[in-house]
């Protein structure tokens, strides 16, 4: 079984908005630190999102006042909320999970932000 699957990408027009989803089917999910990445072609994955598992956030500048990250334990799945869509935000994003030793990946959901 997959541990994380993301969902929820697809094609939006700039100044549009996406919710991504990432549903977890790993044991005490309220415990891990999650956190939401991008990757585009021949740049390195970056965060673009995280979340504690007591719920404080934090973002980069770039995406900071624009991108809203959410978890619902009780249905083991993390959001992101994208509003404001920009074509620099055209990548494919990816979920994590951390906990101890334990670190998970998505397949990844392709954003693609085009008029």
């Known amino acids: 079984q997959v541990p994380l699957v993301e969902s929820g990408g697809g094609l939006v027009q700039p100044g549009g908005s996406l919710r991504l989803s990432c549903a977890a089917s790993?044991?005490?999910?309220?415990?891990?630190?999650m956190g939401w990445y991008r990757q585009t072609p021949g740049k390195q994955r970056e965060l673009v999102a995280h979340?504690?598992?007591?719920?404080?956030?934090n973002y980069p500048n770039s995406v900071k006042d624009r991108f809203t990250i959410s978890r619902d334990n009780a249905k083991n799945t993390m959001y992101l909320q994208m509003n404001s869509l920009k074509p620099e935000d055209t990548a494919v994003y990816y979920c994590?999970?951390?906990?101890?030793?334990?670190?998970?990946w998505g397949q990844g959901t392709q954003v693609t932000v085009s008029s």
């Open positions: 790993i044991s005490a999910f309220s415990s891990y630190h």
């Open positions: 979340i504690t598992s007591g719920g404080i956030t």
């Open positions: 994590n999970a951390q906990f101890l030793m334990y670190d998970y």
